[in-house]
């Protein structure tokens, strides 16, 4: 059975780090497209960033490039999000989760299963 499990998130003064982490089980981790996704209270769920299974390409939402940096290890099965600069609007659950082998990598509706979250909070 796939299993996503994300740690690292917690409570960060605005402008500091994080590196949110993603265990992935009872998948060919590596043959899957990866993605990081986040959802505020009452808001729907929204891309931030996915990597190519082989981790040799990466895609960013516009409001995180250049902040934020998705990687993977392929032979640890696991995924990581390092975000720098973080902003409050950043404050949220954040989720990893694997891409369908269709669709388009910025659309949170291609991702299935996902991990039970971690939360992210920016102290200002």
């Known amino acids: 059975q796939e299993q996503l499990v994300e740690s690292g998130g917690g409570l960060v003064q605005a402008g500091g780090s994080l590196r949110l982490s993603c265990a992935a089980s009872?998948?060919?981790?590596?043959?899957?497209?990866m993605g990081w996704l986040r959802q505020a209270p009452g808001k729907e769920r929204e891309f931030v960033a996915a990597?190519?299974?082989?981790?040799?390409?990466?895609y960013y939402a516009e409001s995180v490039k250049g902040r934020f940096a998705i990687s993977r290890d392929n032979a640890r099965n696991k995924l990581y999000l390092q975000m720098n600069s973080l902003k409050a609007e950043d404050a949220t659950v954040y989720y990893c989760a694997v891409q369908y082998p269709s669709g388009s990598v910025y659309q949170p509706g291609s991702y299935s299963p996902w991990g039970q979250g971690t939360q992210v909070a920016v102290s200002s």
């Open positions: 990597i190519s299974s082989s981790g040799d390409a990466s």
């Open positions: 009872g998948l060919t981790f590596d043959s899957f497209v």
